[in-house]
């Protein structure tokens, strides 16, 4: 982008030193127009200074990056770094927040134990993106579509677990579980008859409880 500014000085020659100043420029990096010659006058009676307009290129500012761009330029840095390579697989759901599917060979890395790693991923993804960004924009990450069949899976063990409770009438602990998949688990026998939920404990050790008692508080 040009830009231009006006200087005046005693001189040309003093004009554009000062205008050079001003920029930090260099002499061949501006192109100077003379607007005004400077005038010395008779016993400096009538004199003017030099006018001169210097442009100049502005580099033009780089297109602020998408959502959607950010995260991919992030994840593909992270997995590159991890020694994975995994095909992304993006989408911006109507709620503007983004979900991606990472698919590929060794996924059971980027996975982990439980889930774990992809968690991590996920969370650092969320930071990395929304740093200093005024509104945040939500980004989930699944691998091979696990989180879908974790939550089936999860949906299944709470059922099964659910009748052993009112089987045998006791209360039914489960394994420790991370915040997201007590809520499914949660949400899944919300509605099942004669149980109900709460958790206990506290994290990475904090689980569902199943019975048959009154009414517990969730966490």
Same mark, same amino acid.
């Given at each position: ?41 008779? #016993? ?5 200074? !030099?006018? +001169?307009?210097?442009?100049? &290129?502005?580099? $033009?500012?780089?297109?602020? %990056? ?35 599917? #990472? ?5 059971? !890395?980027? +996975?982990?134990?439980?889930? &774990?790693?992809? $968690?991590?991923?996920?969370? %650092? ?49 489960? &394994? ?44």
């Amino acid at each position: 982008m040009l830009n231009s500014i006006e200087v005046t000085g005693r001189t040309e020659e003093e004009a554009i030193a000062s205008a050079l100043r001003q920029l930090n420029l260099q002499r061949d990096e501006v192109s100077i127009e003379i607007i005004e010659r400077a005038k010395s006058g008779f #016993l400096r009676i009538g004199a003017s200074p !030099a006018v +001169i307009r210097v442009s100049y &290129e502005l580099p $033009d500012e780089p297109a602020e %990056l998408s959502v959607e761009d950010k995260t991919r330029s992030f994840l593909e840095g992270l997995l590159e770094r991890m020694g994975t390579k995994a095909e992304l697989d993006m989408k911006t759901k109507d709620d503007g927040s983004v979900f991606v599917n #990472l698919s590929g060979d060794g996924m059971g !890395a980027i +996975i982990g134990r439980r889930g &774990e790693t992809l $968690d991590a991923i996920q969370h %650092l993804t969320n930071y990395a993106v929304n740093r200093g960004c005024e509104q945040r924009t939500h980004i989930s990450i699944d691998a091979e579509n696990y989180r879908a069949k974790r939550e089936e899976s999860l949906v299944h063990l709470a059922e099964k677990m659910a009748a052993k409770t009112l089987k045998y009438h006791r209360s039914m602990a489960l &394994e420790p579980m991370n915040s997201y998949e007590r809520h499914v688990i949660h949400t899944a026998l919300q509605n099942y008859e004669g149980v109900t939920t709460c958790s206990t404990g506290t994290e990475p050790n904090r689980r569902v409880v199943i019975s048959c008692d009154k009414a517990k508080p969730q966490g």
